[in-house]
């Protein structure tokens, strides 16, 4: 397959480089912002029809949560246009496009893991742009396979593990919320599931799919910062807090766990536990002088 990534220099889209040499059958084009502007689709058409691409995986995105407050068009460009955009030109050139989406999509008020059919209500301006994201492209009517996750991070990027560990080394006691509930997800492992799906999915074939994708387990931010601290033996003392206590301009689900059952069963995925892959995460930073 021909493969355009895009949004390449972001936490996804930098580990699905990691792995293109595992899966050199293809031919991958990453691309981010500088090669490819994916809101515009006059672009985005080109790019297809000349490197013939079969197969699009969209890890663009605008993730500023709180930035989207007060950002909203910036935002609905990127989340909603852009995948527009590239829906169209799969459309155009019966290409497949796998898009990842988020559990912001959910307003937080289920008490079991959220299922794909579930009722949809975001509660921010990032949710609503990402899920008007997703209905753009199932509008489109182009062949679709919609992954939402949650709680990503990497070693690439600047994500919630790499700030605990910056707070952790400079302050002897920080407060985390221990009232909003999910599961964290390591970038690596959804890329890996990404491109073993790819090789399960054929682009030849049309499809209108959604499945939920994080690492297995359940914490609190307060709980995952604790792990942290203490995989990396740092002094600084975690205090559980309220989300009064922590205001931000936009507001966050309270329980957004993924029932992944979906994607694990159709693509015979083994999903680590958070804390597993957490530690995995850990030692490669370590590895690479982070």
Not at 143 to 170: A, D, P
Not at 275 to 280: E, G, I, K, Q
């Amino acid at each position: 397959m021909n493969l355009l990534v895009t949004g390449s220099r972001g936490q996804l889209g930098s580990e699905l480089q990691a792995l293109q040499n595992a899966a050199s059958g293809h031919a991958w084009h990453f691309c981010d912002l500088l090669e490819l502007d994916i809101t515009d689709a006059s672009k985005v058409e080109a790019f297809c029809r000349d490197h013939e691409i079969s197969a699009i995986v969209n890890c663009a995105a605008y993730t500023a949560v709180d930035k989207a407050e007060s950002e909203p068009e910036l935002a609905f460009k990127v989340n909603r246009d852009g995948a527009s955009a590239l829906a169209a030109a799969a459309k155009a050139f019966g290409a497949l496009l796998v898009h990842v989406s988020t559990d912001y999509v959910f307003d937080g008020t289920n008490h079991r893991p959220y299922r794909e059919d579930d009722p949809v209500a975001p509660c921010g301006v990032y949710g609503r742009s990402k899920l008007d994201g997703e209905q753009a492209i199932r509008d489109s009517g182009c062949s679709h396979v919609i992954i939402r996750t949650s709680w990503l991070y990497s070693v690439h990027g600047q994500n919630f593990v790499k700030t605990m560990l910056r707070l952790g080394r400079e302050r002897e006691q920080i407060g985390v919320v221990f009232d909003q509930i999910g599961t964290p997800t390591w970038a690596a492992d959804l890329a890996g599931a990404i491109v073993s799906m790819l090789e399960q999915l054929d682009p030849a074939s049309q499809y209108t799919e959604t499945f939920h994708y994080s690492n297995e387990g359940v914490c609190s931010w307060y709980d995952f910062a604790k792990a942290i601290m203490s995989a990396e033996r740092l002094s600084c003392k975690v205090a559980p807090i309220e989300s009064w206590e922590f205001p931000t301009p936009a507001a966050r689900p309270y329980f957004s766990v993924l029932n992944k059952r979906k994607i694990r069963d159709q693509f015979g995925l083994e999903i680590p536990h958070w804390h597993d892959s957490m530690l995995n995460m850990l030692q490669e930073l370590r590895a690479s002088g982070g």
